[in-house]
């Protein structure tokens, strides 16, 4: 077996080689009584992989610890079992550890078996780490519940050609929103405006203030504002929105590689305007949303209402060093890692 095992907490950017590396590990001869045995085929990228690098016990998701290897959401195929609920054969969604082939204990395997009939339909695999999977469940949940969006309103989306971002954008888009959307390089951009059809968008890496950049794409002001950022975004959203205007949070990547955290300015705006801000974790709904979610999201791709952009990286032996650069920008879409054909 060969596996990404975590060596060494980062003070900022995690490097590949330095505080994950990829080592040949022994799998245990045999299966106790409610372990199963999965062949890995896909990684999901997922920036919350990098707080759970800085070791914080009790934090709202468990910390890696150092020698072990990384988890995270993925796909694998059972190919042993001794746990009547996973047959071998099963094809498995949930988290699993960054291996060619993970021996999952009973304690761990809150998997979802996916149906069989997804081996064979028009829908790659690959998606059910992005639009399929918690980054679409993301999107769409946080929408449906927090974002109480209204057909001529105003929407601005952080890290816009991200995985969650780019799937925001789009959903509410086909919702009848003015869509803006922020992202770092000129190429991002242009992919936003003329392939997912977003009203407008910008390089927050010009040059230019944050908040300039919004105000020109917007003199009339922001409704909502989509936070998958925090930092100087969030502190241009906060000037940019309307009265009542609201902040849907879904993260805080300018945060997750700072050493020291960003000193967010314009607070004081949030009782002045009348700002709601909420956040979220897509665990809070994905019981209750994953049917519906399933059934929309899948017609609206097959229907090409929306798109599933994705960076699709080969070889599990290049997991850690696509993670790395992904926190940096090298992502367009969602960041996949592909171990293994079915
Ligand atoms: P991705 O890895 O797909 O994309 C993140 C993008 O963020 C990067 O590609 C980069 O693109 C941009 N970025 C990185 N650093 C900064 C920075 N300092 N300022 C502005 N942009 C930056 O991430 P996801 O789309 O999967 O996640 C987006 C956010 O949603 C994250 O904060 C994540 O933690 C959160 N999330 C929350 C969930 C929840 O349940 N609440 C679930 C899933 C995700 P660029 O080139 O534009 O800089």
């Known amino acids: 077996n060969k596996s990404i095992i975590f060596v060494k907490r980062p003070e900022d950017y995690p490097v590949a080689g330095e505080h994950f590396v990829l080592q040949h590990t022994q799998l245990a001869p045999h299966l106790e009584d409610g ?25 709202y998701v468990p910390c890696f610890y150092l020698g072990k290897p990384i988890n995270g959401y ?16 099963s094809l498995v969604f949930g988290v699993i550890t960054w291996e060619h082939f993970s021996l999952i204990p009973p304690a761990f395997n809150n998997l979802i078996i996916l149906p069989a009939a997804v081996r064979n339909s028009k829908v790659p695999l690959s998606w059910y780490m992005g639009a ?19 057909p001529g309103e105003t929407i601005f989306v952080s890290a816009a050609m991200g995985a969650v971002g780019h799937l925001v954008g789009q959903m509410a888009k086909r919702q009848g929103l003015r869509v803006i959307g922020s992202a770092g ?5 242009k992919i936003l405006l003329e392939e997912l059809k977003f009203d407008a968008a910008f390089n927050y890496k010009s040059g ?6 919004l105000r020109e794409a917007c003199p009339e002001g922001l409704d909502i504002y989509y936070d998958n950022v925090g930092g100087e975004h969030l502190e241009a959203a906060l000037e940019v ?13 300018d945060d997750y590689n700072r050493p020291v955290p960003y000193h967010i300015k314009n607070l004081v705006l949030i009782f002045q305007k009348r700002i709601k801000i909420e956040g979220f974790l897509c665990l809070d709904f994905e ?10 999201v899948t017609k609206w791709l097959l229907d090409g209402d929306i798109i599933c952009k994705e960076e699709i990286t080969e070889g599990l032996e290049n997991a850690h060093e ?21």
């Open 185 to 189: 390089s000129d190429e991002k951009v």
């Open 208 to 213: 230019k203030p944050i908040v300039e950049s």
């Open 74 to 89: 993925g796909m694998g195929e059972v190919i042993q079992s001794k746990n009547p609920r996973f047959p071998v054969g």
């Open 287 to 296: 019981k209750e949303l994953w049917p519906s979610f399933t059934e929309d």
């Open 35 to 59: 372990d199963i045995l999965t062949r890995n085929l896909y990684l999901s990228l997922d920036p919350y992989l990098r707080g759970r690098m800085d070791g914080i016990e009790g934090a």
């Open 132 to 150: 399929l999977g918690m980054t679409g469940l993301t999107a769409y949940g946080s929408l449906k519940l927090y974002g109480n969006l209204k």
């Open 322 to 342: 696509a993670f790395a650069a992904n926190l940096k920008g090298k992502n367009l879409g969602k960041g996949v890692v592909k171990i293994a054909d079915l």
């Open 241 to 253: 929105l309307k009265r009542h205007g609201r902040v849907v949070v879904s993260g805080m990547i």
